[in-house]
């Protein structure tokens, strides 16, 4: 219950910038609202998060919220929803698998913030540095 309250609240956060962000018209104000709200990284995370959800069915969007976790940080929210869709059901196996094992050996499907980074850095593509 506590995962869907946290994921509620940044998606929440995202309705009010985006909502926030359409009435402004000119480069200074979008600027100035980015500065306010902690900057366009921020911003822009919220609004990421807010897409990548509306673009899930409500099948994939059940599965998330009743991964077995009690409360995650928000930054984990952010890179979830960078994941593609095909990295997203990796991950969410990957979840499931390490729930089953958890569950077999302490009897906790629970599982602690950290194995959603873990699983979702495994997947995502590391960053390549190019070599002159």
Not at 17 to 37: A, R, V, W
Request: one cysteine or more; glycine letters at 4%.
């Amino acid at each position: 219950m506590l995962l869907k309250v946290s994921l509620d609240n940044s998606l929440q956060i995202g309705r009010k910038l985006h909502e926030e962000l359409s009435l402004l018209t000119s480069e200074n104000e979008i600027t100035l609202f980015n500065q306010d709200c902690g900057g366009e990284k921020v911003v822009q995370s919220y609004l990421k998060l807010l897409q990548w959800w509306n673009s899930l069915s409500k099948d994939w969007q059940r599965k998330i919220v009743n991964t077995p976790f009690k409360l995650v940080q928000e930054n984990l929210w952010f890179q979830l929803s960078q994941l593609s869709f095909e990295d997203l059901k990796q991950w969410y196996q990957g979840i499931i698998q390490r729930s089953e094992k958890s569950s077999e050996n302490n009897g906790s499907r629970t599982l602690p913030p950290k194995i959603w980074k873990k699983v979702a850095s495994e997947i995502r593509p590391q960053k390549q540095v190019k070599r002159s």
